[in-house]
């Protein structure tokens, strides 16, 4: 258990790291940036709220009716669970 968990503080850290070079050297002014930061951040929250809302209806719904497994994408339970 301990080593998973120095491997995620270590793929954070690095994240993290990653990101602040990235700022640091990229080739737009500050503003610029941290208005393109803030766009896709808020593009992949959007995304991940909706995949998450997708898992948590999948996972409350035990009857055989219809789920949302992607944008477009509607299966059974059952067929899901397969």
Do not use: Q
Not at 8 to 25: K, N, R, T, W
Not at 46 to 67: A, D, F, I, L, Q
Request: include cysteine.
């Amino acid at each position: 258990m301990v080593k998973s968990n120095k491997l995620f503080v270590g793929l954070i850290a690095g994240g993290a790291v990653g990101v602040a070079a990235g700022l640091l050297f990229a080739p737009k002014p500050g503003k610029e940036s941290r208005s393109l930061v803030a766009n896709r951040t808020g593009t992949l929250l959007h995304k991940t709220g909706c995949y998450v809302e997708v898992m948590r209806s999948w996972r409350n719904n035990k009857v055989n009716e219809p789920v949302l497994v992607g944008p477009f994408e509607w299966r059974c339970v059952a067929e899901a669970a397969a």
